[in-house]
């Protein structure tokens, strides 16, 4: 009875090592070997890795399309389409640039309106 139990301890540990391998491996439409989707080649090691963060679909070519970002697309940006990046979310930076840019034209809008206005008296 002991070595039965062992052997399915040992069998379920074995199975758990070789599902995430497997899984990265899919059958091409020619019938060659391709990654999965969600996966990408690596040729110098000539097998399958996870997409780069930003990055996902049939050999990571495809951006995470806004408003998500990061690993698997799991991520959601809170900011304007321009300042969301697709790896790395939304950054102060850019909310920061967008604020200056929002004051410049609000500032220049008005020095127009002021300027029109002593022009037509």
């Known amino acids: 009875m002991k070595n039965a139990v062992k052997f399915c ?3 379920f540990i074995l199975f758990q090592l070789l ?3 497997s899984l990265q491996i899919c059958a091409g439409i020619d019938g060659r070997l391709a990654c999965c ?3 990408k080649l690596n040729p110098e090691r000539n097998d399958c890795i996870i997409c780069d963060r930003g990055f996902r679909g049939e050999n990571c070519n495809t ?3 806004y408003p998500t970002y ?3 697309c799991q991520s959601k940006c809170n ?3 321009t300042y969301c990046d697709h790896i790395s979310g939304c950054t102060e930076s850019s909310e920061e640039d967008f604020s200056k840019h929002l004051s410049y034209k609000t500032v220049t809008k008005d020095l127009i309106n002021k300027v029109n206005t002593v022009k037509s008296k």
Do not use: E, L, M, Q
Request: contains cysteine; hydrophobic residues 30%; aromatic residues 12%.
């Open 70 to 72: 990061g690993k698997d």
């Open 19 to 21: 599902v995430p391998v």
């Open 37 to 39: 989707t969600g996966y």
């Open 79 to 81: 900011c304007n389409v």
């Open 9 to 11: 301890i040992d069998f």
């Open 63 to 65: 951006r995470c399309p």
